[in-house]
């Protein structure tokens, strides 16, 4: 079993940058993939980054180039640096974990989800 519990949301300009967090409980974390999606009003839940057991990393094509997902296995947390913020960014963000250790976009594959993290970027 695998809680997660995200921080770091908030209100930002556009061009700001933020840093999520996603702490976990589990002494096997370090062998879980992480993912990172969000959900803006009205909308399907969309994925947004992921990192494998290895540290391997993918993006959605919205994202590439501003923002970061990475991991501190000695402190069970996943990051994401989020820079140059638009308002398109503004969702609730989620981050899930994945037992198999292979990142994935498809949200369906993830096993364990934090309550989420609120983030609104003004223009």
């Known amino acids: 079993q695998v809680q997660l519990e995200e921080s770091g949301g908030g209100l930002v300009q556009a061009g700001g940058s933020l840093r999520l967090n996603c702490a976990a409980s589990?002494?096997?974390?370090?062998?879980?993939?992480v993912g990172w999606f969000r959900q803006a009003p009205g909308k399907e839940r969309e994925f947004v980054a992921a990192?494998?057991?290895?540290?391997?990393?993918d993006y959605a094509d919205s994202v590439k180039g501003r923002f970061t997902i990475s991991r501190d296995n000695t402190k069970n947390t996943v990051y994401l640096q989020m820079n140059s913020l638009k308002p398109e960014d503004t969702a609730v963000y989620y981050c899930?974990?994945?037992?198999?250790?292979?990142?994935?976009?498809?949200?369906?594959?993830?096993?364990?989800w934090g309550q989420g993290t609120h983030i609104t970027v003004s223009s």
């Open positions: 899930a974990a994945r037992g198999s250790g292979f990142r994935s976009s498809i949200p369906q594959r993830y096993d364990y």
């Open positions: 990192i494998s057991r290895s540290a391997g990393t």
């Open positions: 589990g002494r096997t974390f370090s062998t879980y993939a």
